[in-house]
């Protein structure tokens, strides 16, 4: 008995040892990563005109957080990346439901919904200026527009991958179609709806910041746009760590959120 | 007359590359109350009758008469259990046995007490908010029994519901499921390749043979052995006689089949 404990006790310990060995190679490729930026930047190993370094990063974000004129920015591209991520991820479902519920209309959109598919969206960019005007609608079109269709063809196969039997029960009992979806065919995708949701946080980003690019006078990707016209290399270099840091922290949310729904949904 | 009739019963599955005729010229009728296995090998189309009964398939060619009407004219009230429990994982035990009075729209109420009582018949204590991923594969079909039943169907279609589950659950899910159905005198159609656990339930047997699939052969289980529970059935002298009937006939259609196929190898 006691020696069974002891092995337990051991085997937890290894496990905390592990994680602690990992924490700290973690920490030091951080910290390694940014002192040989600034001591390169610093002794002229790379052009800091160019490349820009921590310490006037810093500084500047320090300058402009300070002042108020980064916070603008940033409310801005969020604002733009989550609406562009909902609206994506919800029409993507709802188009996946009405493939689901005819299968004519499916067979009849696959060859379409694989040119869509396939094609670039942000090429779409000026297009999509031009028909919704340059302001923020386009580009949260644009982020929304660059999920859609992944997220409809994912939703519409795992919608067809549900065992068929689960329907049968249903249909055993005289359920609708409707009433089948409901019951069984949406509730059983749930989770690869919700794995979904990770991929577009990501695409969402792209989407945004492309369309920032093209029109916007806001956002993290004018900033990124402006810095490069005007050579001011230690804006976009900060705009990037934000853009990193912003979009790190939304895929952790959505991770979180997963873990919760799975919990509660099974 | 009969309660249920199949007249003239044909079904094709079709595909791109041809079709396969699953069900050929089948007919019977049933008795209100009756308990009827449908046996024979795989292929034969057991599961397609049952299919075609519960009005999830339109049979090819013929007609489904249930209590003098025509089926599709009226929604006849069915209960369908398959091998597997198919229970919703992500709805408690409660929520699933629910689900068809709330496709039905009954009351809800008197539905949850109904149930409640009905899980203690079938010897299931303080499992309604659990989920279905924590009980046992018996227990499963159990609650998977129970989510059949509440919607007090007019027949009940057994789709070979004990056939996932380890022999020594199997008889006593038999016993329970028979003197349940017994008790609410259930019109019961059983689709089963074990040939001892079709006599030890049914009041007729189908042998079925396959390619395509009919009624080959109809046998009566002696008033004996349907008066017994299923295990006691299956230790009575005449158990014996008739299962061996039953083999031999079902052995026929292997022997008749079996040279066919070996010369397509051959040639």
């Given amino acids: ?266 | 007359m009969g309660y249920l009739q199949l007249k003239h019963v044909s079904h094709h599955y079709f595909s791109s590359k041809g079709f396969i005729k699953a069900l050929e010229n089948t007919s019977f009728s049933i008795k209100e109350g009756e308990f009827i296995s449908l046996l024979g090998p795989s292929g034969c189309g057991k599961s397609t009758i049952l299919s075609i009964v519960a009005g999830i398939i339109q049979p090819t060619g013929g007609k489904v008469v249930f209590n003098e009407q025509l089926c599709g004219d009226v929604n006849v009230e069915i209960g369908y259990m398959l091998q597997e429990d198919y229970l919703f994982p992500w709805k408690t035990i409660m929520d699933n046995i629910l689900i068809g009075p709330k496709i039905y729209r009954l009351n809800m109420e008197e539905a949850k007490e109904k149930a409640l009582q009905m899980l203690k018949e079938v010897q299931l204590k303080d499992v309604e908010n659990l989920y279905p991923d924590s009980l046992s594969g018996g227990m499963r079909q159990r609650v998977a029994l129970v989510r059949t039943l509440i919607t007090n169907p007019k027949v009940l279609l057994l789709d070979e519901p004990f056939s996932a589950l380890d022999y020594q659950t199997k008889l006593t899910l038999e016993d329970l499921v028979f003197n349940l159905l017994r008790q609410y005198r259930k019109t019961t159609l059983l689709v089963t390749h074990d040939i001892g656990e079709a006599i030890a339930m049914s009041d007729r047997i189908f042998v079925m043979k396959t390619n395509p699939g009919s009624i080959k052969k109809t046998f009566n289980v002696p008033i004996e052995l349907r008066n017994e529970t299923p295990f006691l059935v299956r230790r009575h002298p005449k158990f014996r006689v008739l299962f061996d009937q039953i083999w031999s006939e079902l052995n026929k259609y292997k022997a008749t089949l079996e040279p066919r196929k070996s010369k397509e190898k051959k040639s």
């Avoid at chain 1, 496990?15 to 602690?20: A, F, L, P, S, T």
């Avoid at chain 1, 002192?35 to 921590?54: C, G, K, Q, R, V």
């Avoid at chain 1, 005289?174 to 509730?187: D, H, V």
């Fill in chain 1, 1 to 266: 008995m006691k020696l069974d404990q002891q092995l337990f006790e051991n085997y937890k310990k290894n496990i905390k040892r592990e994680h602690k060995v990992i924490l700290f190679w973690q920490i030091i490729i951080l910290i390694g990563f940014f002192s040989i930026w600034e001591t390169a930047s610093h002794l002229y190993w790379i052009d800091p005109l160019l490349f820009s370094s921590p310490s006037k990063i810093m500084s500047l974000l320090h300058e402009r957080f300070v002042n108020g004129t980064m916070i603008g920015h940033i409310v801005a591209t969020l604002f733009e990346t989550v609406l562009g991520f909902v609206i994506g991820t919800i029409a993507g479902i709802i188009l996946a439901t009405f493939l689901w519920f005819s299968p004519r209309l499916s067979k009849v959109m696959d060859p379409y919904l694989v040119i869509l598919n396939a094609m670039p969206k942000v090429a779409l960019g000026p297009i999509i200026i031009v028909a919704f005007g340059p302001g923020y609608i386009s580009i949260i079109a644009m982020g929304a527009m660059i999920s859609v269709i992944i997220t409809t063809l994912v939703v519409y196969s795992s919608f067809k991958e549900v065992d068929p039997n689960y329907v049968k029960v249903l249909q055993s009992f005289g359920a609708t179609r409707w009433q089948c979806f409901k019951e069984s065919i949406f509730p059983a995708t749930l989770p690869t709806m919700i794995s979904t949701l990770k991929v577009n946080v990501g695409l969402s980003w792209v989407g945004v910041i492309v369309g920032e690019f093209l029109v916007s006078k806001r956002g993290l990707g004018y900033l990124i746009v402006y810095g490069f016209q005007v050579f001011d290399f230690t804006l976009v270099m900060s705009s990037l760590l934000l853009i990193a840091i912003l979009a790190a922290m939304m895929y952790k949310i959505v991770e979180s959120l997963e873990g919760w729904l799975m919990k509660h949904t099974k």
